[in-house]
Every structure is written in C-alpha cells, then in structure tokens.
C-alpha cells in the first residue's frame, strides 16, 4: 500500500566514512529538518530556495549538538521523488549516522523500506517501471558495460523503444478497424 506519509533512511553506505548522508522525502520533510536544524545564521529551511545547502549544526532534544553538516532543501515537484527532500550530509561514522537518523524518526518520519524513495519516484509518476529497475542496475553495476546498459535504461532507452513498438502496433490496429 503506498502511502504519503514522511520517510527518511541512511543514504550512504553504512560504515566509516569521510561523509554520509540521510535522505528525507514527503510532505514533512523540511519542518522534519527545520526541527533538528540549528543555523549558523537564523534561517529557517522552510523560507530557502530549492536546490540550495546550508551549514549548520544537528542538535538535539535538549540542543546538543550532535554534528556539523551541510543540509540540502530540494522542494518538490523536480525532485526525485517528486515530494519534498532534504538531505542531511553529516560525518559518516555509523555513531553519528545512527543518531542524527533516530532524531528525524523522533520528529515523526517512517524508517524508509529498501527502495522506497524509487518506488515512489515511480508511483509519483517521474520514472517508469524499466527505469526504476535500472536503478537497482545501475547500484548493482560491476562492469563498465553493464554500467552502460543501466544509465541508457534509466534515461528511457528501453522505454522509448517499448513505446515506439506501441505506437506501431496502435497505428496498426487502427488501419485494420
């Protein structure tokens, strides 16, 4: 069943890292953040433009600060899910991931289920069912070649295929009737 509540997860690689990065995406995403978010200089991030980033610090309930981070606003609908996003790009100890994650589900996010951002990029209607495959392609991609195959699949290679042998067969069918 999909649903339109908020959902957010670690978007990196779980592990010791220079940088990691929790993805946000739904209707609550920004005032999720806004929340947690502690600006260096007063600003809130539901007043930013889209497709902007912004250094601050991620506190918690009792101000503390638990990172300093660089958190970006992409407002929807030209996102990826087509719902609003804000991705935190903190450190990548798993610590400091597992922390700054547990303080957006405190505010009210769902853990995301593997894949959910795509498949809601697919039921929101900005990818199509081959596309949202060659993202798991394209994760999944241990040569160069089928590198290639994903990144052409999810520009719409297979689709404009699939939907010119569509067109053909309609065009077809109409000269029959």
Known sequence: MYSNDTIAA???????????????????????????????????????????????????????????????VMKE????TTEDIVEINCHGGTVILREILDLVLDQGARLAEPGEFTKRAFLNGRIDLAQAEAVADLIQSKTEASLDVALNQLEGGLSDKVNEIRQNIISLLAHLE
């Open 77 to 80: 609908p030209k996102t990826y």
């Open 10 to 72: 670690i978007a990196t690689a779980v592990g010791e890292s220079g940088i990691g990065i929790i993805r946000i995406s739904g209707a609550d995403a920004i005032t999720i953040a806004d929340n947690i978010f502690d600006s260096i200089k007063d600003k809130e991030l539901s007043n930013v433009e889209t497709y902007t980033a912004h250094y601050c610090h991620i506190v918690d309930k009792e101000g503390q600060v638990i990172d300093e981070v660089i958190t970006l």
